[in-house]
């Protein structure tokens, strides 16, 4: 199969990578170097060294003997995207190439535009250049299980039976997303259920839990780290509170911690995304899948953070909250489906304390690099402010 | 009241501008003339003659004595719309300065992206100046009842209960449009949705239906007439249908005309917008109002049109069911509530076929106009071509 990935130098996008080429699928990729640009930007790294590009091409030339047509550019530009697509012909694109970050689309309001402009006008190339040159390819989507919200009932794959005044009918899921960021997320699902309904495209809608996790597979046999991030802006709460754990200062879940999400791990991600990929949508289908293993509270993990550290380190670990940077229920419901990749054959691979234990013997090796992200680490982004900028 | 018109050239923002202002409300307006390019680009032109808006604004002038503040500028543009709400501190905002139309958004790619950033990015700025400089000003969005779709069930206005697996919660109701213009007025509602959940902006976000006729009661007095557009691209139904009569031309409903849609007279609509000024929401306050008097098929007016002329003007008029270039349900059930402009005292001010009549009259002395719009009233943007351009 020839995959072609956009946002291919990211957290998700180099191991699936390295997955499809392992797999022996041909792999293209795209990426404007966008994250590593604005990670930069709020004095952040990622604390996994991460070689350029083109030395991770190298590298894995020389680990397993593969290439990779790397073009590099912004999938928002209708041309470069149109050229690539003409010339690799690819029969699934993974588009992974938007702006992730809720608090950077939170900085103010030219982040705000930046964000909703580029991932709109991305995945709007992206359904012209499918339906133009390869009208039968799958179009892999990730979005995110904060499209829902926190609504007070069960949350479906995408779509639910719905009876109203004495009448039914199978209408998508309301969506109630909490930052701009998020929201980009669920234009773009409406954007490409509407793209399916006019032009029948094939395409999966991914709304992923979080991801945690410094392994998959193929980078315990290469070696070939991918990036992970801990910042405010650029990180997410599992790979925090592991870094705040190795450097010995406190996890700080925000506010009360009764935030309850999706997560999975990071080879999960990757084994649901392969999965999605060798079982496409059938011809003209939109499918939506909630791509999570298992829902907890932030303070649960919180806990469960420091439980395996203290158990792996014998030393003392701390939990302290901090205000509450977003906009969000503290305290909620939480009950979301998640059995089509079941369905397809997903199995968990780690335990979650086990993953855990694996994160922080990683990061363990990483002390200096997160002792150096100590002050980027604590919010600064308020919902609430979000400045004109 | 201070109220501030972002699109006050266009079809509805000129009569509101004349209602608000014969009211003794001070009103400023915005305008980029977008319209007025757009529509002579496919050849069209306003089939009631309309000057130069300084022309409209020297006419106003001698006939009532009031002025406007008036900018060109785009609203879109951050800066612009930043130093107009700062100088003008308006207590109202009305925004009608969003790319209106289904088919010109389905012309391609490029018509595509401009419609989505456009809306998108000029509701964004309006967000975040109000947060800025007015924040307990209210919002005024129009919207449409083409965001709903034609869900198999009653439409509610803007929220519903729903009961899901023996839960219940009060959600926004599914959205399903079906154009690309139609989906920016979805994420310009959800968008707002969450500015209010953030900010507590005030905000009335109406989903008007479509809007006929010539007249509202200070075009009546003043005769400085509004645009009238009927070509396939910038004009509606019952519009085009009247042109149609009164050329001798067969009226022309979409395939089997049996889609149902809310209309509303001009000067209901302009009644209506007034209502929601006059009747803010409260404080933090996201309420949503669909705007229509009734709900009709295609068919159903097309028929209406023909029995209205014929009686008038004692000549045949033919209907002519031509390929819908819409991607549609021709034959579906509709039954939307419009309960919340009704409390507010909302009454039809005529009846349909007398409106009609008014119409074809008005129209009659144009007829030289409609004749030379005759090579652009019939559907030729598909939407299942929309090309790459």
New interface residues.
Partial sequence: MRVLILGIDGYIGWPLALREITKGNTVAGVDSFFTRKRVKEVNSDSVTPIPSFPERLKRLKEKTGKTINFYRGDASD?KFI?DVIKKEKPEAIVHLAEQRSAPYSMLG?KQ??DT??KN??ST??LI?AVK?YVPDAHILKLGTMGEYGT????I?EGF?E????G???F????????S?YH?TK??DS??L??AN???KTRITDVMQGVVYGTRTKEIDETGLFTRFDIDEVWGTALNRFCSQAVIGVPLTPYGKGGQTRGFLSLEDSITCLDLALSNPPDHGEYRVFNQFDEHYSVMQLARMVKEVYERDFHEKAEIRSVPNPR?EAEEH?YNPAHVKLAELGYRRSRELQEETSIILKDLSSFKDRIENLKGVIYPRTF??E???N
Same sequence: chains 1, 2.
Avoid at 171 to 178: H, N, R, W
């Fill in positions: 209708p149109f309001l705000a535009t909703m402009v709109i006008v709007l190339n012209y133009e609504p007070n009932v069960d479906p639910f719905v009876e109203y005044n009448r039914k009918d209408l998508p899921f309301p969506k109630q997303a909490g701009w929201w669920v234009h409406n954007n259920m509407f309904r006019v032009w906009v419901y919902w609430k979000s400045p004109l």
